[in-house]
């Protein structure tokens, strides 16, 4: 089994930075793509950006220049440092990634729970 574990988010102020941090973690072969998705109240989830191989990354107009994804291949982890946050920018954000399994026959996507960042003064 896989398992997508967010972490990082929480209450921060217009302006302000947050770093969000995912870790997958099970019987992981190999990683494809990994991203980041939100989801605001009243709102369909996302694309924030996604980062394939940790070299091609895409990100939302709405983040860039503001947000960076990076990913660390041999943690298996993905991380988001989120600047000059706005209002609009409160979500839940989810972890999303490619993977393929020790004992799979093909890429399947995994989820993680969501961590919820709000942007409030």
């Known amino acids: 089994q896989v398992q997508l574990v967010e972490s990082g988010g929480g209450l921060v102020q217009p302006g302000g930075s947050l770093r969000l941090s995912c870790a997958a973690s099970g019987s992981i072969f190999s990683i494809n793509r990994m991203g980041w998705y939100r989801q605001a109240p009243g709102k369909q989830r996302e694309l924030v950006a996604v980062?394939?191989?940790?070299?091609?990354?895409n990100y939302a107009d709405s983040v860039k220049g503001r947000f960076t994804i990076s990913r660390d291949n041999a943690k298996n982890t993905v991380s988001l440092q989120m600047n000059s946050l706005k209002p609009e920018d409160t979500a839940v954000y989810y972890c999303?990634?490619?993977?393929?399994?020790?004992?799979?026959?093909?890429?399947?996507?995994?989820w993680g729970k969501g961590t919820l960042v709000t942007v409030s003064s």
């Open positions: 980062i394939v191989s940790g070299v091609s990354t």
């Open positions: 999303n990634a490619d993977i393929w399994t020790v004992h799979g026959v093909s890429w399947m996507e995994y």
